[in-house]
C-alpha cells in the first residue's frame, strides 16, 4: 500500500503531465496569434517555419507539479529551483520575443541568476570563506555552462524532451534511492513537465521549447546535480545522465574556437546535427540519443553498489559510449565516402525531415 508521501508524489506528476498538455495547448494558441516563429536558416534542421516559446508550457507543468510536491520539499531547495527555472526562463522568454537580446546582457543576466542559486545554497556552508567561494564559483559556472550546452543541444525533435526524462528521471531515482525526498520530488516534477510538452514536439513538432524552455529545463537540470552532489550522492551518477550533452556541446565549442569561428552563432557542426544532415531522421536521432543517455544513467548508478572494480568498469563505459556517440558522425561520413576507384557511396542518404 501507498504512504502519503509516495500518493502525494504521484499526484504531483500525474496533475503536472496534465498542466503540461493545458498550457503547452493554450501557449500554442497564444504564438500563433503574436507569429512567433523560428524561420529556418542555411544553420537549422528544420525546413518549416515552426512556433517557438512552448517552453511555457514545460515550465508550467514543473511548477504545478512542484506545487503539489512541495510537502516534500526542505530548506531552501524549491526557491533555488524556482529562480533557477524562472530566472534563466525569462532571459530566454525576452529573447524569444525580440530574438535580438545582446549575448553580453544574455551572460550578466545569467550569472546574476545563478550566483543568487549559488548564494542561497551556501549561505549556511561550513567550508572555509576561500573554499566556499571556490566551490561558489564553480557552481555557478557550471550551471550558466550547463543552461547555453542544453540550449545548443536543442536543435531537433524530441532531443530535449528524451534527455529531460531520462535524466531526471534517473536523478529523482538516485535521490529516492538515498532517501533524498526534496531532490527526488524536483526531479521528477521536471519529468512531469517534459512529458505533457513532448506530444507537441515529437515525433512532428508543431512548436518549438525555445529560449524559454531549454533555459528554463537546462537551469533546473543544473541545479538538481548541484544539489545530488551536495547530498553526497556518487558523482559518477549524478553526472552521467547529463554526460552527453556536456561532451558534445564541449567538443564542439573547442573546434570552434579552434578554427576561430564564433561559438555561440548558431551552427550545425554538434554531433546529432551532422547525423541528421548525413540523413538521419529526427526520431531515429533522437531515439539514439535517448538510448545512450539511459545506458550513461544505468552505468553512472553502479557507483552505488561500492565496488571499486564495478565502478571504473562502469565509468569506462560511459566514457567509451560518450566518445562512440562524438564519433558516430565521422565513422558515417567515413562509410559514405567514395571509394579510391571513384566509387559512389554504399548507400544513399536523404536530409533529415522537418524539425
Keep these: 500500500m501507498l504512504t502519503k508521501a509516495p500518493m502525494v508524489l504521484l499526484i504531483a506528476v500525474a496533475s503536472g503531465i496534465i498542466s503540461g498538455i493545458a498550457a503547452t495547448a493554450l501557449t500554442l494558441r497564444v504564438l500563433e496569434r503574436f507569429t512567433i516563429l523560428d524561420v529556418p536558416n542555411q544553420r537549422s534542421s528544420h525546413t518549416r517555419p515552426t512556433l517557438r516559446g512552448g517552453g511555457i508550457g514545460l515550465a508550467?507543468?514543473?511548477?504545478?507539479?512542484?506545487?503539489?510536491?512541495?510537502?516534500?520539499?526542505?530548506?531552501?531547495?524549491?526557491?533555488?529551483?524556482?529562480?533557477?527555472?524562472?530566472?534563466?526562463?525569462?532571459?530566454?522568454?525576452?529573447?524569444?520575443?525580440?530574438?535580438?537580446?545582446?549575448?553580453?546582457?544574455?551572460?550578466?543576466?545569467?550569472?546574476?541568476?545563478?550566483?543568487?542559486?549559488?548564494?542561497?545554497?551556501?549561505?549556511?556552508?561550513?567550508?572555509?570563506?576561500?573554499?566556499?567561494?571556490?566551490?561558489?564559483a564553480v557552481a555557478t559556472f557550471w550551471i550558466v555552462s550547463f543552461v547555453n550546452a542544453?540550449?545548443?543541444?536543442?536543435?531537433?525533435?524530441?532531443?530535449?524532451?528524451?534527455?529531460?526524462?531520462?535524466?531526471?528521471?534517473?536523478?529523482?531515482?538516485?535521490?529516492?534511492?538515498?532517501?533524498?525526498?526534496?531532490?527526488?520530488?524536483?526531479?521528477?516534477?521536471?519529468?512531469?513537465?517534459?512529458?505533457?510538452?513532448?506530444?507537441?514536439?515529437?515525433?512532428?513538432?508543431?512548436?518549438?521549447?525555445?529560449?524559454?524552455?531549454?533555459?528554463?529545463?537546462?537551469?533546473?537540470?543544473?541545479?538538481?546535480?548541484?544539489?545530488?552532489?551536495?547530498?553526497?550522492?556518487?558523482?559518477?551518477?549524478?553526472?552521467?545522465?547529463?554526460?552527453?550533452?556536456?561532451?558534445?556541446?564541449?567538443?564542439?565549442?573547442?573546434?570552434?574556437v579552434q578554427r576561430h569561428e564564433p561559438w555561440h552563432e548558431p551552427h550545425r557542426q554538434h554531433a546529432y546535427q551532422r547525423l541528421v544532415v548525413l540523413g538521419w531522421s529526427h526520431k531515429k536521432t533522437a531515439g539514439v540519443v535517448f538510448t545512450l543517455v539511459t545506458m550513461c544513467a544505468l552505468l553512472g548508478s553502479v557507483s552505488l553498489l561500492g565496488s571499486v572494480p564495478g565502478r571504473v568498469a562502469a565509468d569506462c563505459g560511459i566514457v567509451l559510449l560518450v566518445v562512440g556517440y562524438l564519433d558516430l558522425p565521422r565513422r558515417i561520413e567515413h562509410r559514405q565516402s567514395p571509394s579510391p576507384r571513384g566509387g559512389r557511396p554504399s548507400r544513399a542518404f536523404r536530409f533529415g525531415a522537418d524539425r
Design 60 to 136: 508550467a507543468g514543473t511548477l504545478v507539479a512542484l506545487a503539489i510536491a512541495q510537502t516534500n520539499l526542505v530548506g531552501s531547495t524549491w526557491i533555488v529551483l524556482l529562480i533557477a527555472g524562472i530566472g534563466f526562463g525569462a532571459v530566454g522568454f525576452v529573447d524569444d520575443l525580440t530574438g535580438a537580446l545582446p549575448i553580453t546582457i544574455r551572460l550578466a543576466l545569467q550569472f546574476a541568476a545563478a550566483a543568487a542559486v549559488v548564494a542561497i545554497l551556501w549561505d549556511h556552508a561550513s567550508q572555509g570563506m576561500l573554499a566556499e567561494f571556490l566551490v561558489g
Design 150 to 256: 542544453f540550449n545548443f543541444m536543442d536543435g531537433i525533435n524530441g532531443i530535449s524532451c528524451a534527455e529531460i526524462i531520462v535524466a531526471g528521471g534517473a536523478i529523482g531515482l538516485l535521490a529516492r534511492h538515498e532517501h533524498q525526498l526534496a531532490l527526488q520530488a524536483a526531479a521528477f516534477a521536471l519529468v512531469a513537465g517534459a512529458i505533457g510538452f513532448a506530444p507537441f514536439n515529437f515525433p512532428t513538432a508543431r512548436v518549438f521549447l525555445g529560449d524559454v524552455g531549454s533555459y528554463f529545463a537546462g537551469a533546473w537540470l543544473a541545479v538538481l546535480v548541484v544539489l545530488g552532489l551536495r547530498g553526497s550522492i556518487p558523482p559518477e551518477a549524478i553526472v552521467a545522465p547529463v554526460a552527453l550533452y556536456v561532451a558534445d556541446t564541449g567538443l564542439t565549442l573547442a573546434r570552434r
